[in-house]
């Protein structure tokens, strides 16, 4: 069965510090894998997407295959990044989220 | 350009009512998607169209009905409406062959009581 597994429902870190949001998938095929986010009020919308392998934000996610995981990370956290963050493994799979809280 | 586009924003329903969530998108995609969300779960793939006149059930179909007579249009119909059906529904749309990043609407919050 398809599965994706966001281990944390809320993540609370400082300004300035390391942010990692973990995603976690199981199923057969070539994943895909995107990372979308919500901020308060705004539409959900992608982050960036593994094909891509680019920096969006200053954020960056890097498939493990052993692992068969897409973590996502960010060296420096902001408070502008306090938001829901979806991993997507497939197009129109999606974890159930971890939201962000960045704290001054 | 408005993007993806849902109506209404919020709706009450009484059990067994019938109602069409509705979804338009402006940008000329093939791909259009229905999403449920409930609360603290994922979204869950509802239905989705590869382009007019095709339609496909995705995970949780169940409930619904769909149709996709123009290329922007994607109504979601609900007949007979259930508790069950207390949601939050997505719309999104994507253009095939662009990396696969999706536009979402803004969302229709169901409350059947």
């Known amino acids: 069965a398809q599965r994706v597994t966001q281990p944390e429902k809320l993540l609370s870190v400082f300004k300035g510090a390391p942010v990692e949001l973990k995603c976690n998938y199981s199923y057969s095929g070539s994943p895909e894998l995107f990372w979308y986010v919500q901020y308060s009020r705004q539409r959900l919308q992608l982050l960036l997407r593994?094909?891509s392998r680019e920096s969006i934000k200053g954020f960056t996610a890097d498939l493990n295959k052993g692992e068969t995981s897409f973590h996502l990370k960010k060296p420096f956290a902001q408070e502008e990044d306090s938001a829901m963050y979806y991993c997507a493994p497939r197009i129109y799979i999606f974890g159930t989220g971890t939201r962000l809280k960045v704290l001054a | 350009n408005a993007g993806v586009t849902q109506t209404p924003k919020f709706r009450i329903l009484k059990i067994g009512q019938s109602m069409t969530l509705q979804c338009a998108q402006d940008?000329?995609?093939?791909?259009m998607y229905w999403y449920r969300q409930d609360p603290g779960m994922g979204l869950k793939l509802i239905y989705y169209?590869?382009?007019?006149?095709?339609?496909d059930k995705g995970e949780v179909p169940n409930g619904y009905n769909v149709s996709r007579s123009t290329t922007e249009d994607f109504p979601l119909r609900l007949e007979l409406a259930a508790p069950s059906q207390t949601s939050v529904y997505f719309c999104?749309?994507?253009?095939?062959?662009?990396?696969?990043?999706?536009?979402f609407g803004p969302g229709t919050r169901l409350t059947v009581t």
């Open positions: 169209s590869v382009g007019a006149g095709i339609t």
């Open positions: 940008m000329n995609h093939n791909y």
């Open positions: 593994h094909i």
């Open positions: 999104a749309s994507r253009q095939a062959g662009t990396g696969g990043e999706q536009y």
